[in-house]
């Protein structure tokens, strides 16, 4: 019997981690609150509260050959310093390529994580998830948990005083 990994996030860690559960012949199943994949890297121009987004003019500080997975080259057309669009696009053929997409519950929130009561003679773990469609709620037991939501999802504001201008909000920010 295979055992069965959660993957919480569908961004650039949690892609990769789906299929290396897949190469170690292990059952991912990841769970993204959005509707889609990339994490961070997917813009959007209505912000959602606790999932971070780049702004619109964002471009990778790093070369494409940097950044790619290593065992899927990013496109040679690309740019060099790609726009994200060119990244989500870039995550989304690495998804499709090797069908991680089959693994992934879309507009699904883990909401609790835990060892199991049996954690010491079994080794699992509970989770329960949201459905943010349906609202239904399920509990769910799992060998391991990899947690890629990535550090950026909720502000750090330091307390100052002053105006407070949150680029996230502002509908075409530029970086500059």
């Not at 912000?47 to 080259?73: H, L, R, W």
């Not at 870039?90 to 879309?106: D, G, P, S, T, V």
Request: overall charge negative; some cysteine; hydrophobic content about 35%.
């Amino acid at each position: 019997m295979k055992k069965r990994v959660a993957v919480i996030g569908a961004g650039a860690s949690g892609l990769t981690a789906i299929k290396c559960c897949v190469d170690e012949g292990l059952q991912p199943v990841c769970f993204e609150r959005t509707d889609h994949i990339g994490g961070l890297w997917y813009y959007t121009d209505t912000p959602v509260e606790g999932q971070a987004c780049v702004m619109k003019s964002t471009v990778i500080n790093s070369s494409k050959e940097m950044m790619c997975y290593s065992d899927f080259p990013i496109p040679k057309e690309f740019p060099i310093y790609m726009h994200n669009k060119y990244v989500i696009q870039y995550f989304n053929m690495y998804a499709e390529r090797f069908n991680l997409k089959n693994y992934i519950q879309f507009r699904t929130e883990v909401f609790h994580v835990e060892k199991s009561p049996d954690f010491k003679t079994s080794g699992t773990w509970s989770l329960t998830t949201k459905d943010l469609t349906t609202g239904h709620t399920q509990d769910h037991v799992f060998d391991a948990v990899m947690l890629c939501t990535g550090h950026l999802a909720d502000k750090n504001i330091p307390d100052f005083s002053g105006p407070v201008v949150d680029l996230c909000c502002e509908k075409g920010s530029k970086a500059g």
